[in-house]
């Protein structure tokens, strides 16, 4: 089981940014594909961004351009870059780890979770 820990939310205008970032246990984090998740207040969980070991990137839709998923696997980091945030942006965002090479988008797919971090984007 790998343990995952967020950080970097907060409140921000719109049009700002915010870089999040996980934390991985694992002495083999090169070998997870890592994603990113958000959930607002009475919707479901949907799938952010999600990166290989070897760096392959795969985005939402709504944030493609916007958004950027970047990984350090000396460090057994995973970073997620927010740029130009809209109030739809706002969430609890989850870092989430799955074994293998293959980008998933689905949230079945990665048995370990991060506990979240609040990202609140003002109007």
């Known amino acids: 089981q790998v343990q995952l820990v967020e950080s970097g939310g907060g409140l921000v205008q719109a049009g700002g940014s915010l870089r999040l970032s996980c934390s991985a246990s694992t002495l083999t984090f090169s070998t997870y594909t890592m994603a990113w998740f958000r959930q607002a207040p009475g919707k479901q969980r949907e799938f952010v961004a999600a990166i290989s070991g070897g760096g392959v990137s795969n985005y939402a839709d709504s944030v493609k351009g916007r958004f950027s998923i970047s990984r350090d696997n000396a460090k057994n980091m995973v970073y997620l870059q927010m740029n130009n945030l809209k109030p739809e942006d706002t969430a609890v965002y989850y870092c989430?780890?799955?074994?293998?090479?293959?980008?998933?988008?689905?949230?079945?797919?990665?048995?370990?979770w991060g506990q979240g971090t609040q990202v609140t984007v003002s109007s």
């Open positions: 989430a780890a799955a074994s293998g090479w293959d980008i998933r988008r689905t949230k079945d797919e990665y048995k370990d």
